[in-house]
Each structure stands twice: as C-alpha cells, then as structure tokens.
C-alpha cells in the first residue's frame, strides 16, 4: 500500500530502480485494451503481470494506427468493434488499481483520440484513474507543448522516441525533453515481431547513451524472443513486447503466460 | 501567353511558418523516424526553389512535356444556358495525363532526383496522382510503387492499368475503408520503414509540414499562369474562382495567385455525397456533427470523426474527393474568411458532368464536376458582366464506368 501514492513519474522511476538492482532491464509488456474483448484484454493484463511485467504499456484502440504492423492493426481493430473506447480504456485501469495492480502504466496513444477528449480533462482523469504516463507515437517533441504542461501539472511521465534516423543533435532535444525515459526504436519501421534485430543496434544504442546518461533507455519494436532480450540487455534499462505477445495472446492464455514467462526470465541470464 | 508576374509568388507567403503551422492547422503529427526525413526534404526543396537550375529544369518540363501553359476557356454555351455571369475554365484536363496531379508529381520526382532517391513511393485515390507519379518516375527513371485501396481499384480500374503501363508496381490496400485515407497509412508505413532510400511523393496538399506547403506551391502554377490569363482575355480579375476540395491541391494551386487581390472570391467545392444529412459524404467543413479540428496523417485539420476520436468513414461517388480530412491551408483559409467552402453532391456532380459534356464538349472528372456544380448554382445569381474563373482540374475518362452505371447509360 506504501506504493499507491507514489504515481507517475515517481512510480516509473522507482520501477527502473528496482530493476537496477537486480541487474537487469524492465519488462514492459504492451497490451491493446480491448483485444480480442474488453473482459479477455483485463484477463491478458493480470496474466502478464502473474508472469512478472514491470510495467505496462496499455493501447488505445484508433482507427488509423500509421505505426502499427498488421498484429496490432488487426487487434485494435478488433478492439474498435467490441467498442473500446478512451473512457472505457480508463475505467478498465481503474478497475485493474482496485483489485491492487501497482505496476506502472502507460497509455500507448495516437494523438487524436486524446484530443478527441481534450488534453487537460484527459490527463487529469488518466491520472485519476492510476495512469501514470503517456506514450503517443505520432507526437514528435517539436508538437508536444499542449502535453508537457497537463502531465507536468500531474507528475506523469510523457515518453519520446529516438529512431535509428535520429541525429545527435534529435538525441540531445529528446534527453531534454525527457519525462520517465526514452522509448528507442530499434529498428526503422513499423510495429511486429521480427525475427532478427538489427545488426548495428549496439551502436545506436551507445549513440544514445552518450547523450542520456542516466535517463532510462527503453528498447521497442520487433522484439520477440527471449534471445533479443540476452543480447539487448547489457545496453538497456527496460524492454518492450508487443505483436509477439498480441499473437500469443491470441493462442490462448497459456501461451501469453509462458511467452510472458520467457521474456521475463531470460532478463535474469547472462548473454 | 505573356511571362506571368513572379511578384505574385512573393506577395503571399506569409504562411506556413517555419514549424509547418497556417494559424493552428498544419504541423508535424509523425513518427521520430520519419522527423529527420522531413527535416532533409524540407531543406532539399528550400534548397531547389533557390536553384534556377532547378527552376529552370521543372519549368521546360512543364512546357515541353506536361504542355503547359494549359489554356483558360471561355464557356461561351454553358455561361448563356445559365444566363448570368460569364464562366471560365482553366484546362488542367489538358495537361499530360490529364489532370493537375501532373504538376506536383513531376516537382516532387525531380526533387527525388535531385536528392538521389530512386525508390519513390505514391498513394492513390483516383488514380490520377498514382498515374502521374508513375509518368514523373518513369520520365526520370526512378521505380515508382503505388498504394491504392482496393474500392478504388475497383472504380477506376483504368487507371490501375494505365499505371501498370507506365512501368509502376500498384499495391492494393485492404485496410479499413479500402480508399485514400488507408492508402495514405500504407505509404507512411512503407516510409517508415524503407526511410532511409525511398522518397515519398504526396499527392495532395495534405500531411506533415513540408508537404503542404511544397504541393501548394508546385501547384501554384495553375493559378499564376490563369491570372495572367484571364488578363489577357478578358482584361480584368475575375468574381468568383471556384474548385473542388479534395485532399486540397489544385483549390489551393488555383487559389494561391489571387490571394491578396481582394475583390476576388475564393470558393471551394466539397463532396456533399448522398447528402449532409445522410451522414454520408466528405464534407470536413460543412457537417460540425461530425467533424471537428483534429489530428490525422501528420497534420492538424477539420477531420471527420466519431466522439471517441475516431475517424469515420467517407462517401462520395468521386475516388479523388472521398477523404476524412483537408489540407491545413483551406482550414486556415476558411477561418480567417479569405475562402469560403460549399458542397456538391453526388447527383449535382453527376448532373454537372453531363451538362458540361453536352454543352462544351468537355468530359470533365468526376471530382471536377463538383466545381462545375457549383458554376451552375452560381452563375445565374450574378449579373452577366460578373467573371466565375472554375478550375477544370482533370478529364473524365477514368470515370466512364462509375457514370455509366449511376446513369443507367447503354
Ligand atoms: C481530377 C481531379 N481533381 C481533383 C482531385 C482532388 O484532389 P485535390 O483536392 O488535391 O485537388 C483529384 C484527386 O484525385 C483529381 O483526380
């Protein structure tokens, strides 16, 4: 109970702490709210947290999701028809923090459904609702000023990107910006698991901790296998899973619980 | 044609400012990865419209090869079957290809050129901006791929073959509404992914900042060669110039020249579909039911959508016009007053497209023929000195089995 006061970027921050000290990255599962219906997405949740998330990332369903591979398109778009909607989304955490999840958790979001909301009324019952960051693909730090001020007013963290296409001097902008850590891409492209990450991923990823020095790194995009996460871990304070998880999930609960499993124990092995 | 009056290109180019924005519409709504790739092509294209050799490169190809200047019409039948002001077309169904969409592709591809991309990627509604990156990629020497929703394949099926034919792969899109808006999302998500060698050539003045700006002003050739024009023949500015609104180009293209001529009338044409009331159309502006400010493909405009924020489907029998948001620029330009927003509908467009047949022998676009709608409720309202200057912005072949079938012609 000591921890539900500690929300937002306090909460995040603490999770990476807690990570360090085991000497391992974060898992930060991603979930589409939603998939494959509004019951099964909280039941998804609960499995990924028995498994040992970190953190999550929880998606909010839009129709036009232009960074999203086929998996999560087709998810989402499943989640649009069982009528996930972003009150829904909200009230699903809500129910998840009263039965005493206390991970943080980040809202995965396209820019228009938040507006859709309004910005101000959005943070505020997001945060009300234990929410305690934003994760919007489709907001560069240039767009991002009518955000930073309502998630400054509310402690929550508002995550950045960085691209193997970033320059030093976009990695410098986005280490100011920083609000909880930096969602680095590893690869060019859109989301889905891939068999292989890319070769030249330990240099970017030292690239950017030039720069970030402590802020928290956190890998995404194409990550599948337990294998990336050994090779990645030396590089990274947290990892995120999305299409691989979305897929297992769609085998059954089992399968996302023991793809859950892997991923969380292999950040304990050594590479 | 006399040399059009470069001063006009100057005189309005107040907006965007240098982060994209025209008041609060336009941006950068994008992907980090894509960022940088904005940044290099915003500064490729400052760099080339500061080039003469690259000016003087675009503007031969406009003459030698799209055939520019196109000519301005006067509808002599049409003004008196309506009997009041005189009406005007500017014949960008004449360019090669036959519409404007030759324009912005042919820009934007010497721009590839220029840059060394030779992948160039294309989104297609109707067809007509897929056959022209295609003609541009092929005329240069680049390889050309075109994502084109699969209804659209369907209702203007001759352009998919025409595009084939000019040697350029067409990639259908079976996401969401199989139209222009999820053929957008494919393009942006091949960008994304193949960043690094692969241009990406927009066809309207929609998108992430610079990609309005840049087919506004590739475009703007319409309206500084038809000011020019309409000088010449008839000795003074007209009224009234309308267009259709699609994703925006050639309004904007038509409009830009006479921007700060005051007593000139702006006017854009919306597909009205089956009706407003019938919630089933593509007018972003006329319907605040169901359409508000928002965020969609990288820019901040009027998008159709739900409470929840997501975006609704569109109709409208014209491919081109069928899109849930607008260019930035027309939502500026409609709040600050300097152009106003009308809509036709599918049964006026299709009116306007046999009228316009019969009495000018002229078979104009489908999109095209909602601008010419707008002619036919206007005219007879104004006097007979007044001057309606209409966009004629692309030829009707394309749209021979989608008019067959609502005509029930044999
Ligand atoms: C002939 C013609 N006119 C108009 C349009 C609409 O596009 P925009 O609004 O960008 O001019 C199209 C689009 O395909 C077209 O082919």
Redo the contacts with the bound molecule.
């Keep these: 109970m000591n921890h539900s006061k500690a929300r937002g970027l306090r909460a995040i921050a603490a999770m990476f702490d807690l990570a360090r000290q085991a000497g391992r990255p974060a898992f930060l599962p991603f979930f589409p709210m939603g998939y494959p219906s509004p019951e099964a997405s909280l039941d998804a949740i609960r499995t990924l947290a028995a498994a040992g998330a970190d953190g999550f990332e929880i998606g909010v369903p839009f129709s036009d999701p232009l960074a999203d591979g086929p998996t999560i398109q087709a998810a989402t778009q499943i989640a649009l028809e069982k009528g996930m909607t972003v009150p829904k989304v909200l009230a699903s955490i809500k129910t998840l923090r009263a039965e005493g999840l206390t991970q943080p958790i980040l809202l995965f979001s396209y820019v228009n459904p938040l507006l859709a909301y309004g910005i101000d009324e959005l943070i505020a019952a997001a945060n009300a609702a234990g929410v305690d960051g934003l994760i919007i693909p489709d907001l560069p730090p240039e767009e991002a000023d009518l955000f930073a001020g309502a998630c400054d007013e509310h402690g929550m963290a508002l995550v950045f990107f960085l691209a193997p296409t970033s320059s030093d001097e976009r990695v410098r902008l986005v280490v100011n910006q920083a609000r909880g850590f930096i969602y680095v891409l590893s690869l060019t492209g859109v989301t889905g698991a891939r068999r292989d990450l890319p070769p030249d991923l330990s240099d970017f990823l030292g690239r950017v901790r030039v720069q970030a020095g402590s802020t928290p790194l956190v890998l995404g995009f194409g990550i599948s296998q337990p294998e990336h996460v050994r090779s990645i871990a030396p590089h990274v304070d947290g990892f995120i899973v999305g299409s691989a998880l979305v897929k297992a999930a769609a085998a059954g609960t089992d399968s996302l619980h023991e793809l859950a499993l892997r991923l969380r124990h292999a950040t304990y092995e050594e590479s | 044609m006399t040399t059009p009056d470069p001063t006009i290109r100057v005189a309005s180019t107040d907006v965007p400012d240098e982060r994209g924005y025209f008041g609060p519409f336009g941006g950068r709504f994008v992907p980090e990865t894509l960022v940088p790739a904005l940044d290099e092509l915003e500064a490729a294209y400052r760099a080339a419209m500061a080039d003469p050799t690259f000016q003087a490169e675009l503007a031969h190809l406009q003459h030698s090869y799209t055939g520019r200047p196109t000519p301005v019409s006067y509808a002599k039948r049409l003004s008196e079957h309506l009997g009041g002001a005189q009406i005007y077309l500017k014949r960008?169904?004449l360019a090669h290809t036959?519409?404007?969409?030759i324009n912005n592709a042919l820009g934007q591809a010497l721009l590839a050129k220029r840059m060394g991309k030779q992948r160039v990627i294309a989104e297609?509604?109707?067809?007509?901006?897929g056959v022209a990156s295609a003609t541009a990629a092929a005329l240069l020497g680049l390889d050309c791929h075109v994502y084109m929703g699969s209804v659209d394949m369907a209702r203007q099926r001759p352009n998919v073959f025409r595009m084939k034919l000019l040697g350029a792969e067409v990639i259908p899109v079976e996401s969401g509404s199989k139209t222009l808006k999820d053929a957008i999302n494919e393009s942006i998500r091949d960008w994304v992914t193949n960043v690094r060698d692969t241009f990406y050539l927009l066809?309207?003045?929609?998108g992430p900042h610079p990609y309005p700006m840049m087919?506004r002003d590739f475009?703007s050739v319409i309206g500084i060669e038809a000011r020019q024009q309409i000088l010449d023949q008839a000795g003074r500015l007209p009224d009234l110039c309308i267009?259709?609104?699609?994703?925006?180009?050639?309004?904007i293209?038509l409009f830009h020249a006479f921007r700060a001529d005051e007593g000139v009338a702006l006017l854009g044409v919306e597909a009205g579909g089956r009706g407003i009331d019938s919630g089933e159309h593509a007018a972003r502006f006329a319907d605040p039911t169901i359409s508000r400010p928002g965020v969609l493909q990288g820019t901040r405009s009027y998008v159709m959508q739900n409470e929840d924020g997501q975006i609704l489907n569109t109709h409208s029998i014209?491919?081109?016009?069928d899109y849930a948001s607008v260019?930035p620029e027309h939502a500026y330009l409609r709040q600050t007053e300097r152009a106003g927003y009308t809509i036709a509908t599918d049964d006026d467009a299709l009116a306007a497209f046999r009228l316009l047949s019969e009495l000018e022998g002229i078979i104009p676009?489908l999109?095209?023929a909602h601008a010419v709608a707008e002619v036919i409720k206007q005219a007879p309202k104004l006097p007979k000195e007044a001057m309606i200057l209409v966009n004629l912005?692309?030829?009707g072949d394309?749209d021979l089995d989608t008019v067959i079938e609502a005509l029930g012609f044999d």
């Design positions: 960008e169904d036959g519409a404007h969409k297609t509604g109707a067809g007509q901006h066809g309207s003045a929609l087919v475009q267009a259709c609104v699609g994703g925006g180009s050639n309004a293209g014209s491919a081109g016009l260019g676009a999109e095209t912005s692309g030829r394309k």
